[in-house]
């Protein structure tokens, strides 16, 4: 099993930039995929950005291409997201997850983003 814990969130105004830090321990060699998701109030959980584990891929759900960028550090079992240009409609409960199988199996506690305009 893999332990995530996420930190970084807050409380910004509309433009600004966050960074988004996700800490893993435990089986982090069963690791091949990092994903961030998001949930905003009232809405389903959404897929926001991954990244694998050896490859560096990266994918993002439309509406943050071009501002949030996806990142990791191997030697730190570390992955991150960056977040620039923030919205409003990006305020939202962060996790990231971790995916040693078929699905996201592992979840962090989440870490708030408010986004004031």
């Known amino acids: 099993q893999v332990q995530l814990v996420e930190s970084g969130g807050g409380l910004v105004q509309a433009g600004d930039s966050l960074r988004l830090s996700c800490a893993a321990s435990?089986?982090?060699?069963?690791?091949?995929?990092y994903g961030w998701f998001r949930q905003a109030p009232r809405k389903e959980r959404e897929f926001v950005a991954s990244i694998s584990w050896s490859g560096g891929n990266a994918y993002y759900t439309d509406s943050v291409k071009g501002r949030f960028t996806i990142s990791r550090n191997n030697a730190k079992n570390t992955m991150y997201l960056q977040m620039n240009n923030l919205r409003p409609e990006d305020t939202a409960v962060y996790f990231c997850?971790?995916?040693?199988?078929?699905?996201?199996?592992?979840w962090g506690q989440g870490t708030q983003v408010t986004v004031s305009s």
């Open positions: 997850a971790a995916r040693t199988g078929a699905t996201y199996n592992d």
């Open positions: 435990g089986r982090t060699s069963n690791i091949y995929v």
